[in-house]
């Protein structure tokens, strides 16, 4: 039986457009996520909501995990916020599973984002929970919460992209 460490983000002082926060939004979409992942066989652990990156890394790899599953929403820079798009899946270049295990979660994004085409991988050495955890790990950017198309697109579609993950 696979065990995966499930770190939806912690960061409440991200606000979505509308409702809301990454924290909530992305807790929202792991709790969704938890039935697929039981009825899979999967052994779940979740990093504490009111914790940090670098706790839910601690605890990751305190639990021995076969794979670490970040989840966050992305805010473009301040001279581009609100006209980025799409998802984006990293994972540490020196990680086969890791980037193998992108690239199965970005097509499946590609199925049900509005437009595949700004759905990509991206190789990274600075994210914690990509290079900190013991576990193979793969940090994915659902989408933009300072876009208005794709926040609408990720609290409209919780249930769809739980299914997708």
Do not use: C
């Not at 590609?110 to 994210?127: E, F, H, N, W």
């Amino acid at each position: 039986m696979p065990f995966l460490f499930l770190s939806p983000s912690t960061q409440y002082f991200n606000p979505y457009i509308t409702t809301g926060d990454e924290r909530y939004w992305m807790n929202a979409l792991a709790d969704e996520m938890m039935p697929y992942l039981h009825a899979s066989g999967i052994t779940v652990t979740r990093n504490d909501p009111d914790g940090s990156a670098a706790q839910s890394i601690r605890d990751s790899n305190a639990s021995r995990q076969d794979f670490h599953l970040a989840l966050h929403s992305n805010a473009g820079p301040s001279n581009l916020a609100g006209k980025l798009r799409g998802p984006d899946v990293y994972y540490y270049p020196y990680s086969a599973s890791g980037k193998r295990a992108a690239e199965l979660i970005a097509d499946e994004l590609r199925k049900i984002y509005p437009d595949p085409d700004l759905v990509s991988t991206v190789a990274t050495t600075r994210l914690a929970e990509i290079t900190k955890t013991s576990a193979p790990a793969v940090l994915v950017e659902i989408a933009y919460h300072d876009n208005a198309e794709d926040e609408a697109w990720i609290r409209n579609n919780i249930t769809v992209i739980a299914e997708a993950l």
